[in-house]
């Protein structure tokens, strides 16, 4: 069994920062690709940002140059660091990972956090 657990949301002022980080525990093999998602109220949840296992990353347009994706994988984490913060950052974001969970590698699924707020107010 695997979970990812994420933390570092909250309120943040316009202009400010936060680091999220979503931790991978439970069995793990290998972890392929890592990202984040986040989803505004009443919208279908869109991908900002993605790292894979050679640490290569890509982003949402509208957030490239404010995010950084990255992952410690001795650790089996991934964070997302938020620069400049603005209103439209307001949303629930979940981590998302693409795991083998036995030493069969070719086989792996992908999980989920349960999400963390972020709201971006004055």
């Known amino acids: 069994q695997v979970q990812l657990v994420e933390s570092g949301g909250g309120l943040v002022q316009p202009g400010g920062s936060l680091r999220l980080s979503c931790a991978a525990s439970?069995?793990?093999?290998?972890?392929?690709?890592m990202g984040w998602y986040r989803q505004h109220p009443g919208k279908q949840r869109e991908l900002v940002a993605i790292?894979?296992?050679?640490?290569?990353?890509d982003y949402l347009d509208s957030v490239k140059g404010r995010f950084t994706i990255s992952r410690d994988d001795a650790k089996n984490t991934v964070y997302l660091q938020i620069n400049n913060l603005k209103s439209e950052d307001t949303a629930v974001y979940y981590c998302?990972?693409?795991?083998?969970?036995?030493?069969?590698?070719?086989?792996?699924?992908?999980?989920w956090g349960t999400g963390t707020q972020v709201t971006v107010s004055s």
């Open positions: 998302n990972a693409r795991i083998s969970n036995t030493i069969q590698l070719e086989r792996s699924y992908d999980y």
């Open positions: 439970g069995t793990v093999f290998k972890i392929w690709t």
């Open positions: 790292i894979d296992s050679d640490h290569g990353t």
